[in-house]
């Protein structure tokens, strides 16, 4: 049961901001990119106004995951970037906090496509 | 017989198969969901390992990036993303995905120009916008003192 809820609460608001994101695509006509934009820069200034640590302290990695998450990461690396380094912070703050993920998107991404074979078009 | 532009869009919503929200929203919400989830079930388990809280969650996004790009290789991501929508699409499985995708269908073009600029169609927006965001931000507590 001590797991299963914290499951629970990641499943419903990760599922919910994912399914705000289909609306976007059925109901408008934002392409996947500018979405994938909008949740990032949209997780920057929810991070930034204090409101997404709210909903990661609820949900976890329901709130951590979606690309939400990513920007409010953002946020928060810049945030103690500055604290500790003053205005040369503002510029690094987002970089490190997010070079473990974008790192590790480079590089698997580079054996992926080294190692696969590209599907084929028929 | 002559319609204004208006009827004529009023006639092709009419005439146009309805879009399957009905079955696409639920969709999304449900792996999306999954997704998170599985997030959440690595979280607990690198934490009972020993991991701190931010380390951890940076453990759980470098794995989900490590899953989400060994299912694209074999073609098994855009085949989920076909009915999940963005399910697979606004995790961060799916910004993985974004790099890993293109990078592989622009292998053929070449290594350079091909494969390595091609990985950042998507991403590359993102991440020019993420930052910048997060640098605007950043002066902004910088000035006002809000650190």
Request: proline fraction near 4%.
């Amino acid at each position: 049961m001590e797991i299963f809820i914290p499951l629970l609460k990641a499943f419903l608001v990760g599922g919910a901001l994912c399914a705000i994101g289909q609306v976007f695509i059925d109901y408008t006509s934002l392409t996947p990119a500018r979405i994938l934009v909008c949740y990032v820069v949209l997780g920057v200034i929810l991070g930034g106004i204090g409101i997404y640590p709210m909903i990661i302290d609820f949900a976890g990695a329901g709130a951590t995951v979606p690309l939400t998450g990513f920007g409010s990461l953002l946020a928060k690396g810049v945030k103690e970037a500055v604290a500790k380094d003053g205005l040369l912070g503002v510029l690094t703050g987002g970089f490190t906090a997010s070079a473990a993920g974008i790192g590790a998107a480079v590089f698997f991404s580079l054996l992926g496509a080294l190692i696969f074979k590209p599907k084929d078009k028929s | 017989m002559a319609f204004t532009p208006e009827e004529y869009n009023k006639m092709s919503q009419k005439a146009s198969p309805n879009s399957k929200s009905y079955k696409n929203i639920p969709m999304a919400f449900l792996i999306g969901g999954l997704v998170c989830a599985l997030g959440q079930g690595l979280m607990i388990l690198y934490q009972n390992a020993g991991l701190e809280k931010d380390t951890a969650s940076t453990a759980v996004s470098v794995s989900l990036v490590f899953l989400s790009v060994l299912l694209t290789g074999l073609n098994v991501y855009d085949n989920i993303a076909k009915v999940a929508g963005a399910g697979t699409l606004v995790p961060i499985t799916g910004f993985a995905n974004a790099m890993a995708s293109p990078a592989l269908e622009f292998k053929s073009e070449g290594f350079i120009l091909g494969l390595g600029a091609k990985m950042f169609i998507i991403a590359g927006p993102v991440i020019v916008y993420g930052i910048s965001a997060s640098i605007l931000y950043g002066l902004i507590i910088y000035l006002f003192r809000l650190y």
